[in-house]
């Protein structure tokens, strides 16, 4: 159910955006019609239709707000619902009032979402609130109760403890339970912090008139380095073990890269005190890799990078600590190539050039700790590089 709810808020978020950037096409086009001194009436019209999308658009953003209010309040996440609903009622008034006004109340809106993210629960902190030994729901001790006899009807009632929610459910076992503290207290931070480029390609479409349309310019990713931060266990590099793999996401076939093919290479960070903190793991994409895309271009490949950080071997101790059920990985996955845009074309033919940017490669999603078989269906599902 709650899955559910996530896919129709993300249908809702993106209706929102759609109708916003229609809002600002015309915008656009609004600005052209009175570059080239259109008739008064075809500017109203393109006026009128963008007031209408961009409210469209504040509407669906401020329903998405309350919403994730709505949410925030019933996961106990009390300031980042306050910050939430506040934003949610500014978009709304946005609707309503134009102009400068307008504008005010729009920045007030998005510093709101900004700050409700900022408030948002770590994951260390939801643990703890939604955890069936957290005090979410009281359970109060009989007066005629022995002390075992309530930890006892604790532990037969720990599953109304918890909240009926998909990624709490597993929680009811404890074995799980330490392994998901362990995994929140260990590692910190998993991201890819670095990746190199090959030479660009570019890439034209253009409308059915051909004055519309769009430029690109598409480099494959030749080199990636991975950073892993761990608070405590890690000393040497050589604890560090890991695998590659590339899945098309399309038919869900995978396929692991040889060590000998990635030339990869482990070094250690250190903190300003001395202490070893992170793991930067530095890999090479083969290039038959990318020939194996080019030659199949309606699929398209993801790079999966798991590794896991040996503890002690010989008591077979590894990070991620695996309790129950499989052995379990950290993983991270991205996108094989890069596409930027170029240049645009708008209706009118008018071709516009988006100032340089420099170019960072740094992605802060896209990271769970699963089985490999897990880790090998999550893959499938498309990286966002950010």
Known sequence: ????????????????????????FFNVKKINAVVLNRESKVVSSLSNRAKLFNKVGAGFTAAVCFWEAIDAFSDNDNDAAFMWAG???????GIFVAGPVGW?????????????????????????????LSDRVALSRNSDEAPWQYINRVYEKRSTLIKDREEYKNWKDLRVCH????????????????????????????GDDGRA???????????VTIQTSFRQFLW????????????????GSYEEIAEEELRGEVSLEENERGKVIATNTTINIPNRVHRKRHNNSSAIFQLLFICKLTIDEETN??????????ERFMGVKMQLSESKVTGTKNMDGLLFVPKPTDY???????????????????AKDLALNM
């Not at 934003?87 to 008034?93: I, K, R, S, V």
């Not at 590339?246 to 038919?251: A, E, G, H, L």
């Open 1 to 24: 159910m709650y899955e559910n709810k996530g896919s129709y808020k993300s249908i809702a978020n993106l209706v929102g955006i759609g109708s916003e950037l229609t809002g600002a």
């Open 87 to 93: 934003a949610g009622a500014m978009f709304t008034a």
């Open 104 to 132: 005010v109340i729009g920045g007030v809106a998005i510093g709101l979402v900004y700050l409700a993210n900022y408030f948002k629960d770590k994951p260390l902190e939801r643990y703890f609130k939604h955890y069936w």
């Open 179 to 206: 392994q998901q503290l362990l995994d929140l207290m260990v590692c910190n931070a998993m991201f890819v912090k670095e990746i190199k480029l090959s030479s660009e390609r570019p890439l034209n479409i253009d």
């Open 213 to 223: 349309g769009a430029s690109f310019a598409i480099s494959d990713v030749s080199q």
């Open 236 to 251: 040497f590099k050589d604890q560090l073990q890991y695998k590659v793999f590339v899945v098309n996401i399309k038919t």
């Open 317 to 326: 101790k590894y990070y991620p600590h695996t309790y129950v059920g499989e």
């Open 360 to 378: 960072k490669g740094f992605y802060y999603k896209n990271v769970k700790v699963d089985s490999l078989n897990n880790l090998l269906v999550w």
